[in-house]
């Protein structure tokens, strides 16, 4: 089994020279085989280990039974050793937490914690091929695609400079009891794990038995379709990012966006972008199903104001060509920074840049320069104005009742309630959208229009250049 998992940790470059790795290690079959696994290997890949166990106070006694144990034998094998302690019943009440979702909230937060004050870069944990088909047979009972279904990941991004890995994967429950077994090593045993109380265990007490007794290979079955699920997603997402990630866009704060609905979508790879563009918002994955991303892709026929309430406080709303996505909080821009209009004094330009912040929508330089520029910038983030035509000072504002933007050389004016009418934005996100305007005569509505009649030309003596910067 060593050189299995040896084997499994190389084929997902989970370890490197030098890498500090801590190891969640509870005292369990699992975490133990873990432990002196990884002790055996720890000079073959050059690495440091630190254990971390997390008491979670639920079982008294025998809690402190399984620190004590885990303390004793990483004294004995020479790993530092590190104990948090939780309250993980007062975190399941007071966050509206199921014990399970708790308890993995607080390991994980403590693992972090750990790996933070050590400056570890990996996180090891025990999961292996078992518990993978458990995943995968809970989020196929609860309602998944290629992702869920995907199971868990050898190798992810935790958080920044963090890699969570799961070197067990390639081994089965009972192959690790039984090396543990012939090693003559002991090990706690959570008696919970044997209540079908939690939904896990009652997959992993009745449905995977249940399974195996169908076909023996069930366990290593289910991991390997989960393998080839993780590599067409992985596909599909690149393939669905290629074809329409351009129509994926930032509202005026991180936490709304918009996808633009094509005409003809192909249903696999534009419900791919509505689902990472949830992810996005919702800042978890975890509670949304097929069934919502299916609902999100009907609303692209729905009529203009059609809506969703999604987990995590997300709404998706149908907005003419678009579906927007919002979380609770952004629901009215009134929670934003209030826009105070900025006057930008064009005297005041000579003595160097200026710039000023628009609250959720990023920041704009204005500078003066002399010299000779015959066209407008194909840039969405920079534009060139003709400084001598301007007649009175800029200011970056909101919209207003009255304001217009020369679209013609000829002097040809639209209003801009008129324009936003015929790109199909909403109300709600109009009164959001910045200008940069002389009077009612706007001239630019970044990533979205220039004004023609202060556009350079051959005659520009002295030029206004504005920069955005999201």
């Not at 004590?68 to 020479?78: N, Q």
């Not at 998706?316 to 979380?327: G, L, T």
């Amino acid at each position: 089994m060593l050189g299995k998992i040896r084997d499994f940790i190389e084929k997902y470059d989970m370890l490197a020279e030098g890498d500090v790795v801590v190891l969640g290690i509870s005292g369990g079959a699992d975490s133990v085989a873990l432990l002196l696994i990884m002790k055996e290997l720890e000079a073959h890949f050059g690495v440091k280990l630190h254990a971390v166990h997390v008491n979670h106070g639920l079982r008294g006694e025998d809690s402190d039974r399984d620190e004590a144990f885990t303390k004793a034998l990483c004294e004995r094998l020479g790993v530092p050793f590190e104990v948090y302690r939780e309250d993980v019943a007062a975190v399941s009440d007071r966050e509206g937490l199921s014990l399970e979702e708790a308890g993995r909230k607080v390991r994980y937060a403590a693992f972090e914690a750990a790996a933070a004050k050590i400056h570890a870069n990996r996180i090891a944990v025990a999961h292996h091929m078992d518990d993978n088909a458990e995943t995968v047979i809970f989020r196929i009972a609860r309602g998944t695609g290629l992702k869920g279904l995907a199971g868990m990941h050898p190798k992810r991004e935790l958080t920044e400079g963090i890699t969570l890995i799961r070197p067990m994967l390639s081994v089965s429950r009972g192959e690790i009891e039984a090396w543990l077994e012939s090693r003559h090593q002991a090990y706690c045993t959570d008696l919970t794990n044997f209540e079908d109380e939690y939904s896990r265990n009652a997959i992993r007490n009745r449905v995977l038995p249940s399974l195996e007794d169908i076909n023996s290979g069930a366990s290593e079955n289910i991991c390997a379709l989960a393998e080839a699920a993780a590599a067409a997603d992985e596909y599909l997402g690149r393939a669905a990012e290629e074809k329409y990630g351009r129509l994926v866009e930032f509202g005026r704060t991180g936490e709304t966006m918009l996808v633009r609905i094509p005409k003809d979508p192909e249903p696999v790879l534009f419900e791919r972008i509505l689902r990472n563009t949830l992810f996005k918002v919702a800042k978890h994955e975890k509670d949304i199903t097929s069934t919502h991303i299916r609902l999100i892709a009907e609303l692209a026929q729905k009529q203009t104001g059609s809506r969703l309430s999604l987990p995590y406080g997300v709404t998706a709303e149908k907005s003419y060509d678009c579906i927007v996505f919002k979380r609770e909080a952004d629901k009215a821009a009134s929670h934003l920074p209030k826009l105070e209009e900025v006057v930008i004094p064009m005297s005041g330009l000579e003595d160097g840049p200026v710039t000023a912040e628009f609250p959720g929508f990023g920041t704009f330089e204005f500078e003066l320069f002399n010299g000779k520029c015959n066209s407008f910038s194909k840039e969405d983030y920079t534009k060139f104005f003709d400084y001598d035509k301007i007649t009175c000072n800029p200011v970056l504002r909101t919209p207003r009742e009255g304001d217009s933007v020369v679209i013609s050389p000829e002097g040809g004016r639209k209003p801009l309630k008129k324009l936003f009418s015929d790109l199909k934005i909403s109300k709600e996100d109009r009164e959001a959208i910045p200008v940069i305007a002389e009077g009612s005569n706007v001239l630019w509505i970044p990533g979205i229009r220039t004004g023609e009649n202060r556009r350079v030309d051959n005659n520009t003596g002295r030029i206004l250049k504005i920069h955005w910067r999201k």
